[in-house]
Every structure is written in C-alpha cells, then in structure tokens.
Nanobody, 115 residues
Framework: QVQLVESGGGLVQPGESRRLSCAAS????????MSWYRQAPGKERELVAS????????NYRDSVKGRFTISRDNAKNTAYLQMNSLKPEDTAVYFC????????WGQGTQVTVSS
C-alpha cells in the first residue's frame, strides 16, 4: 500500500550540493507531514528535517540549519531535501519517512561526501 522511494544520492565533494527526492504513493500525500532521516554506519538513525502537509512549517536539526532545505510538491506526491555546502559529517544513508499507519520508510539513498 504505502510506498516511499528515495533517489538522488551519490558521491559528492565537500562544499558541493545535491537534491534528494522521495516519491510517495498509497496515501493522501497532502494530509501528512514528511520527514528525512539519516543513518551513518554504527550510529543511530537521526531526524534531519520535517515538513507539514501543506508545507507551511519546517524543522531542521541544528547541524543542517542554513544548509539544507526540505520542501514538497503535493501535485507530484514528492518530497525533497536540498543539501548545500555538504560536509564529510553528512555522509549517511538518507531515508524518507511518513507517520501513516504504523509508519513507513523508503529504502534509503546513500550520500557520501569525500574528497
């Protein structure tokens, strides 16, 4: 039923930018807040950013404020994470999440920031 598919990850150099996409299906997209999480090897999954259903409000963890922007296009059932000024510490698998039912996760997309 509910499906989230992330894309856009890859290898980038420090200081460069990358936009991640999360294509959603199986629920009324505009009714739900969307979130991006990330998980580095050996570390807990952490919340990166979230956005309300209408896109009127967003939240970010301190370490990405001013660099990352979460957005959504409800007509396309897609959420985005624009990542600028990337740092090696941003290296992780990035996951899309929606709290519908018991919660749904995408498969994740790897972002590696390295010279």
């Amino acid at each position: 039923q509910v499906q989230l598919v992330e894309s856009g990850g890859g290898l980038v150099q420090p200081g460069e930018s990358r936009r991640l996409s999360c294509a959603a299906s199986g629920f009324t997209f505009r009714w739900y807040s969307m979130s991006w999480y990330r998980q580095a090897p050996g570390k807990e999954r952490e919340l990166v950013a979230s956005i309300t259903g209408t896109g009127n409000s967003t939240n970010y963890r301190d370490s990405v404020k001013g660099r990352f922007t979460i957005s959504r296009d409800n007509a396309k059932n897609t959420a985005y994470l624009q990542m600028n000024s990337l740092k090696p510490e941003d290296t992780a698998v990035y996951f899309c999440n929606v709290m519908v039912g018991t919660g749904a996760w995408g498969q994740g997309t790897q972002v590696t920031v390295s010279s």
